[in-house]
C-alpha cells in the first residue's frame, strides 16, 4: 500500500484570486483525505500572485500552500504548470485538477511523466483509488479504479459542493521556481470582460440554441433576461457554428459543463452532446417552438411557443 | 515538413449508446463506427497545411483492430498520403495510447502531429498532451487557429473565458477544437483512389509497449434519469411555477 498519503491540489486562479473551480476541487481533495488520512495541498503557480496563495491559505480544510511565483509562470503555459506540479509530485499520492481548460491542458503531461493514468472528469470518489466518471457524453457513468502508486485527477467541479472559502489557516510555503520550458512562448490573449457572473458556476443560466436565428437577436432577446436574472448567458454548438454567440459560451459535452439551480434554454432542441453539458441543472426550463424537441424530454418545465414573444414576456413578467 | 495525424474509430456521434444490463459496458451491437469528429478535424487541418505548401507529406495512424483500416482510409480519401495501423485487440487507455504513437513519432520524425482534443467515447481529453510530454515537445490543445511560421506554429486556443495564443517551437502537438475547420467531404474519385494508397501494419506487441490498461472498469451503469416535467400553458403560469414551486427565482 502506499504511505503517499497526502493530496495535492493544483489551484485555478487569475493571479488576483482564486477561482470557485479550485473550491470544488478542494472539497473532492477533502473527501480523498478523510479516507487516506492524509492533508490537502494547494500549489498555486504563477507570478505576483501571493493574494491568490494567501486566499487559498484561508480556504477550509488545507492544510499548506505551496507557492511558486516567478515571471516564467506568469501565463501558466502547460508545460511549465506541469514541471511545476512535477517537481513537487513526490511526496503526494493524489494530484488534482479542476477540469478546466487550464486543468485539462496541465494534467495529462503530468500523468504520462509519472507514467500513470489519469482519471478525467472525476464525479464522484468512491474510496481513496475508485472514482467514478462520465463517458459517452454522459449517457454512460464509469466506475473506474486506478492501480498506480500516484492518482492525478482532474475533477468535474459542478460535481463537488465549493468548500467554504474562509476557515482555514494554512502556512504559505514558497517553493523553487522550474525554469521555462522554451518550448513554447504566450503571444496575445481576448478574455471577453464581463460583469455577469462566470457560466461554470453561475446560479442561472440563460442558453440559446439555433433557434435564436442571428446572432443579433440572440443578443437583443436574450440579454434583458440573463441582466434581469443575474444569470450567465450560454449556447449551444449550434448556435455557436452559427456565429449567433461566441465560442467560450458553448455548453455541452465537449464545451463547458454546468450545473445552475437554474438553466433556460431558448430555441434549444436538445441534441444529446448538448444535455450532456447541462442535465445536472437543478430546474431546467424550455422554451422552444417545436413541441418534439428532445429538450422537453429533461425539461421540468416546457413551454411551447415563440422564443421572440415567450422570452420578452417572461422578461417583463419578472418585474 | 511531415505531419503526423492520428485518428481513432469511435461509435459515430448520432447514436445514443445503451448500457448493457449487466454493468459490463456498453451496447455497441451494430451501431455504426464513424472517425472521431474531433480527428476529422485534425485531419482537415494537415490536409490544408499541405495544399498552402506548409507541409510536405500527412501521414496518419491508428491504434486498434482490423477495422480501424476503414477509419484509415476514410482519412486517405480526406487527402491523407499514407496510413499506419498499430494492431492490437486489447482495450487500449490514453496512456499506451501516447506510447504507441511515440514509437511512431520516433521513426517517422514529424514536425507536427496534430490530434483531435478528445475522443467522443471515453471523452478522456488526454493523448495529445500525454504524447507531448513523452516526446518533451510543446503543445498547443484545443486550437481554434494554426499558422505554421518559420521553425514554429502560432496556436491560437479556446479557453475559459475567450482565447489565447502561444507560439510553439517545432516540433510540436497540437490538439484540435470543434471552430479550427469544417472538414471537406471525400469525393467519390477520392474514396476510390484511398483503396491504393499505401496502408502499414505494424503488431504493437512488436514496438514494446507495454498496453495493460491502469485504470480498471469496474463497472458501467445508467446515469440518475432525469424525467420529463410539466408543460405550461403560458409565460405568467411558469413565472407561478418557478416562484412557489421551484422556488428558483
Known sequence: ?319 | MKVIVPVKRVVDSNVKVRVKDDGSGVELGNAKMSMNPFDEIAVEEAVRLKEKGAASEVVVVSCGGGQCQETLRTAIAAGADRAILIETDAELQPLPVAKLLKAVVDKEQPQLVILGKQAIDDDCNQTGQMLAALLDWGQGTFASRVEVADHAVVVTREVDGGLETLRLNLPAVITTDLRLNEPRYATLPNIMKAKKKPLEIVKAADLGVDVAPRLKTLKITEPPKRSAGVMVPDVAALVAKLKSEAKVI
Open chain 1, 1 to 319: 500500500m502506499s504511505t503517499l498519503a497526502n493530496i495535492l491540489v493544483v489551484a485555478e486562479h487569475d493571479h488576483g484570486a482564486l477561482k470557485s473551480a479550485t473550491l470544488s476541487t478542494v472539497t473532492a481533495a477533502v473527501e480523498l483525505s478523510k479516507m487516506s488520512g492524509g492533508e490537502v495541498h494547494v500549489l498555486v503557480v504563477g507570478h505576483n500572485t501571493r493574494s491568490a496563495a494567501d486566499a487559498a491559505a484561508r480556504v477550509a480544510g488545507v492544510a499548506q500552500v505551496l507557492l511558486a511565483d516567478a515571471p516564467q509562470l506568469a501565463e501558466q503555459l502547460g508545460e511549465n504548470v506541469a514541471a511545476q506540479v512535477l517537481a513537487m509530485a513526490a511526496d503526494y499520492g493524489h494530484i488534482l485538477f479542476p477540469a478546466t481548460a487550464h486543468g485539462k491542458n496541465a494534467a495529462p503531461r503530468v500523468a504520462a511523466r509519472l507514467d500513470v493514468a489519469q482519471v478525467s472528469d472525476a464525479t464522484r470518489v468512491i474510496d481513496r483509488d475508485t472514482f467514478e466518471r462520465p463517458i459517452y457524453a454522459g449517457n454512460a457513468i464509469a466506475t473506474v479504479q486506478s492501480v498506480d502508486k500516484v492518482k492525478v485527477i482532474t475533477v468535474r467541479t459542478t460535481a463537488f459542493d465549493a468548500v467554504p472559502s474562509e476557515g482555514g489557516n494554512a502556512a504559505v510555503q514558497m517553493v523553487d521556481a522550474v525554469a521555462d520550458s522554451g518550448k513554447s512562448a504566450f503571444v496575445s490573449a481576448e478574455i471577453a470582460k464581463s460583469d455577469r457572473p462566470e457560466l461554470v458556476g453561475a446560479k442561472i443560466v440563460v442558453s440559446g440554441g439555433r433557434g435564436m436565428g442571428s446572432s443579433e437577436k440572440f443578443i437583443e432577446v436574450l440579454t434583458p433576461l440573463a441582466d434581469k436574472l443575474g444569470a450567465a448567458l450560454g449556447a449551444s454548438r449550434a448556435a455557436v457554428d452559427a456565429g449567433y454567440a461566441p465560442n467560450d459560451w458553448q455548453v455541452g459535452q465537449t464545451g463547458k459543463i454546468v450545473a445552475p439551480q437554474l438553466y433556460i434554454a431558448c430555441g434549444i432542441s436538445g441534441a444529446i452532446q448538448h444535455l450532456a453539458g447541462m442535465k445536472d441543472s437543478k430546474v431546467i426550463v424550455a422554451i422552444n417552438k417545436d413541441p418534439d424537441a428532445p429538450i422537453f424530454g429533461i425539461a421540468d418545465y416546457g413551454l411551447v411557443g415563440d422564443v421572440f414573444e415567450l422570452v420578452p414576456a417572461l422578461t417583463s413578467a419578472l418585474g
